[in-house]
């Protein structure tokens, strides 16, 4: 059973900027998110806990890790999108920058290839090949995966079976909690986009 967390706010998060692999750390409010998830999680009794190298995503990870006493492993495959010429811009910025490319993003996501960077084909297949790599390593166990919005939702598109062209329509908020199993390659969504551990936070 592979718990998919998404890591908690960071700055650019709050602003609205593309991220990518920019090694941002968790503000405040990140923080708290990453806690809650963290007393969320223990019921599930997870083993382990790996993650994007990122910084968002580690300390997420170290935080979720540290109260149930988990090794915490970084996975490549959990590595947010690259976004190559559009890391760091708003959305503004990349209208105004790459005007035909951000409709195409906003419309048909699936075509886009980032200029210099991956496209959500690309980050479905490395992310789903590293679940599908761990999930006999792991059978039987609970295990704590910690990435980003566009791989979260990549991974669920690809547990529900649906085309990339669905994008938009899987929501995943900060510090949101989902949860898949792989048996022999296929993956089920059993939980998406849980909130409720997040209610309570200022």
Known sequence: MFLLVRHGQTDWNRVLRFRGRANLDLDETGLRQARAASLYLER????VAYTSPLQRAWRTAWTIAQGMGLQ???????????????QGLSPDEARTRYHSLYDQWQNQPQSVQFPGGESLAEVQRR?????????????????????????????????LGLDLSGFWRVKQDVAAINIIEVSNGVPVLVLANETCHLKDLA
Do not use: N
């Open 44 to 47: 599930f009794k997870p083993v």
């Open 72 to 86: 915490v492993y970084p996975l490549l495959e959990l590595m947010d999108i690259d976004y190559g010429e559009w």
């Open 127 to 159: 992310a789903a090949a590293g679940l599908t790599a761990l999930a006999p390593r792991h059978a039987g166990q609970a295990v704590v995966l910690v990435s980003h919005e566009v791989v979260c939702k990549c991974l669920l598109c690809w547990a």
